[in-house]
Each structure stands twice: as structure tokens, then as C-alpha cells.
């Protein structure tokens, strides 16, 4: 009878699956050598954000899978929080720390949103070239990952909706898109 209680819910192996390709998506070494993110630990942050962001709002196109979307967001929360508290940040500045993601993830979700939205490819390759790599890239990095950001709502839009709630997650190949797209 306790046994069951040791089990790992399905709910959470689909969460952990898919924030884990999320992680694993922005951990890919493409996108430091190819596309210049800068390979620190605010680089790596900012394309976490920028994957989980993508991830969150093609579960939130549908009503069905949008408390997935949430279960994700907070599985990030408390990765965070665990890494922060890994590299040595003290029990009292880590709720700032948190607040400070989280009020950075908001903001990317609503410049990235935006960006998307507007008819000018531009505005997103900006908004790109702001938040991943603070104002100090060569435009064609960051046209480059805004084609590759536009491939991957793509590919996200075209997965059956029965799969992502399966947890089940393809993003498109990074080193696929060409150096000069956008």
C-alpha cells in the first residue's frame, strides 16, 4: 500500500520530459559556436527563457494543455532555485534572484510575443539581439536566430497537441538553419 506513493506520476515524468529538452535544446553548442550567444551563464539562461517561452505559448494556444504550460513554468522556477542555491547564492538573496528571472522571463515572453506578431522580421532579430545578446552582436547572429526562433514556433505548431501533452517535444536542429536567413 505505500509503494504507490513512490511512484513517479505521469504528470511529472511529461513535465520533467519536456522541460528537459527545453535545457537540453538551449545546451546545444550551436548555438555558442554558431550563432555567438555568448556561453555564460546568463546566455545559457536567456535561451532556456527563450525556449521555455516558445514552449509555454504554443501550450497555451490551447485551453486543454495551458496548466502544463504552468506545471513547466513552475518546474523552471524550481530548477532555478536549485541552481542558484548550487552556485553559492545565500538563502537571502535567492528570492530576489527569483523575482529578478521571473520578472525577466515576463518580459522576454512579452517582447518575444510581440516580435512574432509584427509583420516586420526585424522586430524580432531586435528583440533577439537585446535580450540574448545584450546590444553587442553582429546583426547576422541575431537575424540568424530569429529565423531559427521562427522555425522553431513553426515546427512547434505543426506537433499534435496529443503528443506535447504526452510529452513529447521536437525542436527544430539549430545548425540546420543558414548562417545568412532571417
Request: glycine share 10%; with cysteine.
Amino acid at each position: 500500500m505505500i509503494f504507490p506513493l513512490f511512484r513517479r506520476s505521469p504528470r511529472r515524468d511529461t513535465i520533467s520530459g519536456l522541460y528537459g529538452t527545453i535545457v537540453a535544446q538551449a545546451r546545444l553548442p550551436s548555438f555558442y559556436r554558431d550563432y555567438s550567444v555568448p556561453d555564460t551563464l546568463n546566455g545559457r539562461f536567456e535561451l532556456i527563457v527563450l525556449h521555455l517561452v516558445l514552449v509555454i505559448d504554443r501550450l497555451n494556444a490551447n485551453p486543454a494543455s495551458r496548466d502544463l504550460g504552468q506545471a513547466i513554468f513552475d518546474h523552471f522556477c524550481r530548477d532555478m532555485d536549485d541552481n542558484l542555491r548550487e552556485i553559492g547564492v545565500g538563502d537571502l538573496r535567492v528570492p530576489k534572484e527569483m523575482r529578478r528571472m521571473g520578472e525577466a522571463f515576463y518580459g522576454r515572453a512579452q517582447a518575444y510575443g510581440e516580435a512574432l506578431a509584427a509583420s516586420d522580421s526585424r522586430a524580432l532579430a531586435q528583440a533577439v539581439a537585446r535580450n540574448i545578446y545584450g546590444g553587442s552582436v553582429h546583426q547576422g547572429a541575431a537575424a540568424r536566430l530569429a529565423a531559427y526562433v521562427r522555425e522553431a514556433v513553426r515546427e512547434l505548431g505543426a506537433q499534435e497537441q496529443a503528443g506535447l501533452t504526452a510529452g513529447t517535444l521536437r525542436l527544430p536542429d539549430p545548425a540546420a538553419v543558414p548562417a545568412g536567413s532571417g
